[in-house]
């Protein structure tokens, strides 16, 4: 049912995902100025389409094959296993970036800018009821929606699984459904105090159940459309369809050659509610890229593709640490009131960040390997001598 071996690895979704790491980060920390380098401001679609979809294939891909080999339960095990790691680093994270506010605050001659933008302004009011909150997951600043996202989809991954056992396109199918249901009856979680989830679950699970369909073979009967010519225009018309609307958002003037049949036809183009436009420039965008980065293309062996690679493969820690050092940038670039080459420079000083941390993990995994393989070896001698 896979589209890869056992043991085999596929760099493209460690590189995308690390680019998509490096993307949101620096969305976050530039938000008005860098964001024309990333493409954000350049169509429907941004990197949380891609590390969504890309959370979903490499979760199906893992834990898909250790539930169908070892059985429903042993599988469950480690998806909630799984489950339970990204919930804490989103506690850790929302303990950190509180720190950080109230530092900042505490220094600035603005704080309520900084509380009033970081959404944290009831927490402030009354920490007691709001750190409750929190751990429930109904509570967290501005930029902290993705975590509790992939925590509850990945605690319905084992559904998912058990489901394909059924049949392996019955998943998607469910999904499409779920997908048309949270739009016809307006099916949304609850933030505190009065809020909604930035990312709706009951929306954004058609994109990560779509990479798991991938993942479970869905890819290999894709190939035929992902090769063929006509889908390639196809996709490359729709990307500068989009292009050319997301522009008249900047240049007001170009709204006049949009006829207002089709604005109505569009508009509005929901992020929270995952919009079927997102979805569809995601898929064009797939279509694309995939063409001029086919499977086995050297390049990903290069050094350039290096620091992309490895943070896509430690993304859990490189995304928690990209938002606690976003937030740490943006408030040093509102205080100085900097220009372009600062934004540069503290954008830049964030990337080698999150490079570096990934390359201590990598070394500390490589360390460990190496002590357990020590471990083994005097273990055998022992048993050899005895």
Known sequence: ???????????????????????????????????WATIRNYGFSDAAEVFIFI??????????????????????????????????????????LMAEIAFVTSVSEKPAFYIQEMEVGEFF????????QALFLRFRP??????????????????????????????????VALYILTL???????????GFWSFNPYAWQLLFV?????????????????????????????????????MTWYFPPLEALIPSWLARLIYPINKTDFDVLRFAHFLALAVVVLRFVP??????????????????????QIFALGVALSFAGYALLMEIDAGVVLH???????????????????????????RERAKTNTSELITQSA
């Open 184 to 194: 016809r009856y307006d099916l949304h979680l609850s933030t505190y105090p009065d």
């Open 125 to 132: 009011r009354q920490p007691g009821s709001e750190i409750i």
């Open 295 to 316: 499977a086995g293309w050297a390049e990903l062996r290069s050094a350039w593709a290096r620091p992309l690679i490895l943070c896509g493969q430690y993304s859990l």
């Open 142 to 175: 501005l930029n902290m929606d993705v975590l509790p996202l992939y925590v509850v989809l990945m605690a319905f991954l084992p559904l998912v699984l058990l489901v394909a056992r059924l049949h392996r396109d019955l998943p998607l199918a469910c999904s």
């Open 210 to 246: 779509f990479g798991a369909w991938c993942a479970l073979g869905g890819r290999k009967r894709l190939s035929p459309l992902l090769e063929s010519r006509a889908v390639f225009w196809l996709a490359v018309a729709y990307l500068c369809a989009a292009f050319f609307v997301t």
């Open 344 to 370: 540069v420079l503290v954008g830049a000083a964030g990337i080698l960040m999150l490079y570096s941390v990934a390359l201590v993990f990598s070394w500390y995994k490589w360390a460990m390997s190496g």
């Open 1 to 35: 049912m896979f589209v890869l071996a056992k043991g085999q690895r596929e760099l493209r979704l460690d590189l995308f995902r690390g680019l998509a790491l490096w993307l949101i980060y620096i969305d976050h920390v530039s938000p008005d100025l860098l964001t």
């Open 55 to 96: 959370s979903g294939f490499t979760a199906a891909l893992v834990y898909g094959r250790a539930t169908f080999e070892a059985g429903f339960v042993i599988g469950t095990a480690r998806v909630l296993r799984r489950v339970w790691q990204i919930y804490t680093a989103h506690l850790l994270l929302f303990l950190v």
